[in-house]
């Protein structure tokens, strides 16, 4: 699972074009623009119900802790017409997503999948092949299991057949009712970083020394995690992590002191009703595709929100929060470089030693900014 | 010593969204949970302890029209006999509009006869499903016409336009559930007392169950960047999510206590009943000048977090302090002043 070194070098183009790194494809009314607009641009799950159907490839930069674009193929073309572009697109990505509604009829797209994953494969040998099975909050338990067995079964020998024995393929159950979505996003986006082992060492470390039982390090804005330490994760605590991040933005963010420049262009509202993406993503056809959101701010509900315009504003000091709960664990989130926090699940026991647990975290916190600046 | 009862009628028309309020309010249902409720059946009755001295008796009345028959012939003197407060649905998208003010219009008349000095509340209803810039006037246009009714009956109607998909539930169920309290002045005395010692931006007092806000005293003096008017309720929506994914573990969480970039919120526990939330703003002057043996400073940070420690501590101390005074006020017998 390595990342080629062109990919590394052309990750890094903050410039004009930064290549895709993750593309996303599949039938059309599968779900894709319905997992981009509420992983990244906040939108509720419900308000996906409005969104028109992708007509043009969209992509989303991301500039947080690693420069990500998640560039969406609409399903309706026909993509061998645009099989040079393809080309070129999947040579210099470093995962493939594809969505299959476990909903529907998937023979068609398993169909479709094969014969992308073939042109994947021979554009880029070590692309990462993962298969979302979305729209699984419609299914029953027994159902998802067996539709993620047969689809494995199918997709796998399918490419035995054609003698593909090399193809790094992950199939995933998702939907965006619940965290699947976010935790298989996580582990998709995990293998496309460089860094990743040593961030897993320096958490390990780092529970070890300060008696955390289980740490997450996440993105604030699209609540994926990027790296944990090696104790057993169970998704209840992932998605505790994740409404914590989410209620201590929205409440730091009710006493903020606005500190805005004044009126630039790119200032968006969604409000109760749910706009969807028609003012955040533009799009042209193929090739030059150039869109902008930044780390948008979480929120719980349908309250409004606001997308902070690029650059980011200087901030005052760094956001932390603690919780106590009932049954002695504490959670205690800290802010960290490059709008990534720190979440660790502690024992009431390590309350006293409080001091000594933030000093290490500030330890750890030099530690991520050595990495992002050699990095 | 008995506490004071207070009978809540809960009345709309069918299908206006009653039972999904009650329901979100006081059962931790989340709005997404509401679909799965169906018709009420005739009356609903609940019993919420609020806190110590005072019990809610809420009556969701069924609104099918065979039910609202019965109310007005032969279940006149059992709905609104002893009524502390109607609160009317009306559903912003009813077609017929005329039919549900004549409903309000009898309530309002039975009310007249058997509970005079009920407190009457209008919930505009659903107020999603209208676009942003007509709420104000559908709003508006409705009120008029209850007002003007109900000031034929001397009755002075509040009105609140809500829905169920943001915190302007919270926001008229907090003040409804707040005119009831028998003793609110009280709190709101001691509340004010309890920010002014701690020197406090914010305090804002919650019920434990259902996070309505019970009473909050600002600070004049802090900061002009106070300027979101609706903070309370989004506090109360905030922590009630909260509260739903801490069950999620099987936990209830017992404080939390948010660094944010501007000023720190503390929320804890105050009695068995209620929740206080204190807000503190930084103070960088202070901080920058402070003495405090820091020792291995790595990042000039280790001042401001031993201030922030020792600021955690006193807070905490002065709401253990403050505790038996509020219990006090809670066990009061209402009749007290």
């Not at chain 2, 109607?86 to 409903?103: A, N």
């Amino acid at each position: 699972m390595s990342v080629s070194v062109e990919e590394l070098h052309s990750g890094h183009g903050f410039g004009a074009n930064p290549s895709p790194r993750i593309v996303m494809m599949g039938l059309r009314r599968g779900g894709k623009s319905s997992i981009c607009q509420v992983m990244f641009h906040n939108m509720q799950p419900l308000d996906t119900l409005y969104i028109e159907s992708t007509t043009a490839p969209t992509t989303s930069v991301f500039s947080s802790f690693i420069d990500f674009a998640v560039m969406e193929l609409p399903g309706q073309i026909n993509f061998t017409e645009a099989m040079i572009d393809a080309e070129r697109i999947f040579s210099s990505c470093g995962a493939l997503i594809y969505v299959i509604d476990s909903q529907d009829e998937y023979i068609n797209a398993l169909a479709n999948l094969h014969s992308i994953i073939i042109h994947a494969v021979n554009a880029n040998p070590t692309i990462n092949i993962e298969v979302f099975i979305h729209k699984v909050d419609g299914l029953s338990e027994d159902f998802r299991l067996d539709a993620q067995r047969d689809i494995t079964q199918r997709v796998t020998d399918e490419l035995l057949d054609d003698g593909l024995v090399n193809v790094s393929i992950s199939f995933h159950l998702t939907s965006i009712f619940d965290h699947s979505i976010y935790e298989a996003f996580s582990r998709v986006v995990q293998k496309l970083i460089p860094q990743l082992a040593t961030l897993e060492n320096l958490l390990n470390v780092l529970c070890q020394h300060s008696g955390i039982d289980k740490a997450f390090l996440f993105d604030i804005g699209s609540k994926i995690f990027v790296a944990t330490d090696s104790s057993p994760l169970d998704i209840p605590t992932y998605e505790i992590c994740t409404d914590f991040i989410d209620i201590t933005v929205d409440m730091n963010n009710l006493y903020a002191v606005d500190r805005r420049p004044p009126k630039t262009g790119s200032r968006t509202d969604t409000n109760a009703n749910g706009n969807n993406g028609t003012t955040i993503t533009t799009t042209t056809t193929t090739t030059t595709t150039t869109t902008t959101t930044t780390t948008p701010t979480t929120t719980t509900a349908n309250n409004n929100t606001t997308n902070r315009p690029e650059p980011p504003v200087p901030q005052g000091r760094p956001i932390g929060s603690t919780s106590r709960l009932s049954n002695g664990v504490i959670l205690y989130l800290q802010q960290m470089v490059k709008g990534l926090a720190l979440v660790c699940l502690m024992r009431k026991e390590s309350m006293p030693k409080i001091a000594l647990v933030e000093y290490n975290i500030e330890f750890f916190r030099d530690a991520l900014e050595q990495l992002w600046l050699i990095g | 010593m008995a506490g004071a009862r207070r009978k809540l009628l809960l009345m709309g028309r069918s299908g206006s969204g009653k039972s999904s309020m009650r329901s979100i309010i006081f059962s931790n249902y989340s709005a997404f949970d509401t679909r799965r409720l169906g018709a009420t059946i005739d009356v609903e009755h609940s019993h919420l302890r609020f806190l110590g001295n005072m019990t809610l008796n809420l009556w969701d009345c069924g609104g099918q029209d065979a039910y609202m028959d019965h109310y007005f012939s032969t279940q006149r003197d059992n709905i609104f006999r002893m009524v502390e407060a109607l609160i009317f649905v009306f559903d912003v998208e009813s077609k017929e509009l005329r039919k549900d003010i004549e409903t309000f219009v009898l309530c309002l008349r039975n009310l007249y006869e058997f509970s005079p000095s009920s407190k009457i509340f209008a919930l505009v209803h659903k107020m999603d499903l209208v676009i942003l810039e007509k709420r104000q006037d559908v709003y508006r246009a409705l009120m008029k016409s209850l007002e003007d009714t109900s000031a034929m009956f001397s009755f002075q109607v509040q009105g609140f336009a809500t829905t169920i998909w943001d915190e302007s539930l919270y926001k008229a169920w907090s003040s409804i559930v707040c005119s009831l309290i028998p003793n609110v002045a009280l709190f709101q005395k001691h509340l004010q007392t309890f920010a002014d010692i701690s020197e406090a931006d914010e305090v804002i007092l919650f019920e434990k169950t259902t996070f309505l806000v019970i009473s909050h005293v600002t600070n004049p003096r802090s900061p002009g960047f106070r300027s979101d008017s609706t903070r309370f309720e989004k506090i109360s929506n905030i922590i009630k999510q909260y509260k739903q994914s801490c069950s999620k573990l099987r936990a209830q969480f017992q404080s939390l206590s948010i660094r944010g970039t501007d000023s720190t919120s503390y929320l804890d526990t105050m009695t068995s009943n209620t929740m206080i939330m204190v807000i503190m703003s930084h103070k960088p002057d202070i901080r920058g000048s402070s003495n405090l043996p820091g020792g291995n400073d790595i990042n000039g940070d280790g001042d401001e977090s031993l201030a922030d420690e020792a600021e955690n501590n006193i807070i905490l101390a002065n709401i253990k302090i403050a505790r038996k005074m509020f219990e006090k006020i809670e066990m009061m017998n209402p009749d007290d002043r």
